[in-house]
């Protein structure tokens, strides 16, 4: 019986993390009954951890900037609900926690992508969607534009864990790269326990218009695209059918 690859298994798992995502943001919208009581029971349990909350942000932080693992650890939602429960009592020590753990993942993944980054690319770019049209792409954005991918890449679960490892194998130059992972870290560290502690205080108001949230945010991604970036789209749509067809071919 032939034996499951690296591959395979990374597949299951993206799989599996994502139902468990859609399943969550389904209760979120259908049953936010059922999201709040779990909310506050996590709630209950974070103030008796009292300052134990401190290491679990900073872990939270730390390893969802890792490749690979990041995207299938639920950080944000970790550092929105301990965070933000945390951050009512605990702010500015919450956010050296969170500051401190970003820092020091971002790091992580950029030496991991200096030592094994194209390697790593080469083999298994195509299970995380970063094949060769994607590569082509990110190398060029990050030698044009590496200190908003460093800076805002924080904000997303996908972008967070590989932009850093993107950036090391993509050779950004050390001190380039620290400077605005730094910036980046402070930036995301205060805007996201800033939300947390607005989402843990008004969870009520928050869960009855988070509906609409998402459908905003859905609907001002495909607004953007199709009216700033339809070109760049059009365009990736075209290499990518390209570069499946001689995948095909081989």
């Given at each position: 019986?032939?034996?499951?690859?690296?591959?395979?298994?990374?597949?299951?798992?993206?799989?599996?993390?994502?139902?468990?995502?859609?399943?969550?943001?389904?209760?979120?919208?259908?049953?936010?009954?059922?999201?709040?009581?779990?909310i506050r029971?996590?709630?209950?349990?974070?103030?008796?951890?009292?300052?134990?909350?401190?290491?679990?942000?900073?872990?939270?932080?730390?390893?969802?900037?890792?490749?690979?693992?990041?995207?299938?650890?639920?950080?944000q939602q970790?550092?929105?609900?301990?965070?933000?429960?945390?951050?009512?009592?605990?702010?500015?020590?919450?956010?050296?926690?969170?500051?401190?753990?970003?820092?020091?993942?971002?790091?992580?993944?950029?030496?991991?992508?200096?030592?094994?980054?194209?390697?790593?690319?080469?083999?298994?770019?195509?299970?995380?969607?970063?094949?060769?049209?994607?590569?082509?792409?990110?190398?060029?954005?990050?030698?044009?534009?590496?200190?908003?991918?460093?800076?805002?890449?924080?904000?997303?679960?996908?972008?967070?864990?590989?932009?850093?490892?993107?950036?090391?194998?993509?050779?950004?130059?050390?001190?380039?790269?620290?400077?605005?992972?730094?910036?980046?870290?402070?930036?995301?560290?205060?805007?996201?326990?800033?939300?947390?502690?607005?989402?843990?205080?008004?969870?009520?108001?928050?869960?009855?218009?988070?509906?609409?949230?998402?459908?905003?945010?859905?609907?001002?991604?495909?607004?953007?695209?199709?009216?700033?970036?339809?070109?760049?789209?059009?365009?990736?749509?075209?290499?990518?059918?390209?570069?499946?067809?001689?995948?095909?071919?081989?």
């Open positions: 019986m032939k034996k499951p690859t690296p591959t395979i298994w990374i597949q299951w798992l993206q799989g599996i993390m994502s139902l468990f995502f859609m399943a969550i943001l389904g209760i979120f919208i259908f049953r936010p009954d059922l999201a709040e009581r779990a029971a996590v709630g209950a349990l974070s103030a008796q951890l009292g300052h134990w909350n401190f290491v679990i942000v900073f872990l939270t932080s730390f390893i969802e900037s890792f490749p690979v693992i990041g995207i299938m650890v639920p950080g970790v550092m929105l609900v301990v965070g933000g429960f945390y951050g009512q009592s605990h702010f500015l020590l919450a956010v050296f926690a969170a500051c401190v753990g970003a820092i020091l993942g971002n790091w992580v993944g950029y030496w991991l992508g200096v030592r094994y980054g194209l390697a790593f690319l080469a083999k298994y770019g195509d299970v995380f969607a970063l094949g060769k049209t994607e590569q082509k792409i990110l190398a060029k954005r990050i030698d044009k534009n590496g200190p908003l991918f460093i800076v805002f890449g924080k904000f997303h679960n996908f972008t967070r864990a590989f932009v850093p490892f993107l950036a090391g194998s993509f050779s950004m130059k050390n001190d380039k790269f620290w400077r605005y992972n730094v910036i980046g870290s402070i930036l995301w560290s205060f805007a996201i326990l800033t939300l947390g502690v607005f989402f843990t205080t008004y969870i009520d108001i928050v869960l009855d218009w988070i509906s609409w949230f998402f459908l905003a945010i859905f609907l001002g991604v495909v607004g953007y695209v199709a009216t700033y970036r339809r070109k760049e789209f059009m365009e990736y749509v075209r290499d990518k059918q390209k570069e499946l067809q001689e995948e095909l071919q081989k």
